[in-house]
């Protein structure tokens, strides 16, 4: 797979059909082998081209054993904020 298809704006996902926990900023920022992702209700993180299992559709499907414990722990809150019944229907308009 090319990371190079990776663009910035496109969602990321730990699986594909879950609701996405954040964007991409930036991709390779200085050259480096990673993409830049503001996750939901955290802020930016690094995360590295390696992690990165598929990209299609303007998703971005990431390993969730390979990210740092501190992104692991702020993808698992990053939804907290949100009205339950609209983050359980991301694809539905609320009632």
């Known amino acids: 797979m090319s ?9 990321v996902y730990v699986h594909d059909g879950d609701v996405a ?4 900023r930036q991709v390779s920022p200085g050259g480096r082998s990673e993409i830049i992702v503001f996750v939901e209700n955290a802020g930016d993180f690094s995360i590295p ?3 990165v299992r598929d990209v299609h ?4 499907i990431v390993d969730c054993g390979k ?6 722990e702020a993808i ?9 019944n609209i983050a359980a229907k991301p694809d539905q308009p609320p009632d």
């Open 21 to 24: 926990f954040g964007a991409v």
């Open 57 to 60: 559709d303007e998703k971005v």
């Open 76 to 84: 698992g809150h990053a939804h907290m904020a949100e009205d339950p």
């Open 67 to 72: 990210l740092e414990r501190s992104l692991r």
């Open 49 to 51: 081209l390696s992690a």
């Open 3 to 11: 990371h190079q298809q990776i663009r910035e704006d496109f969602e």
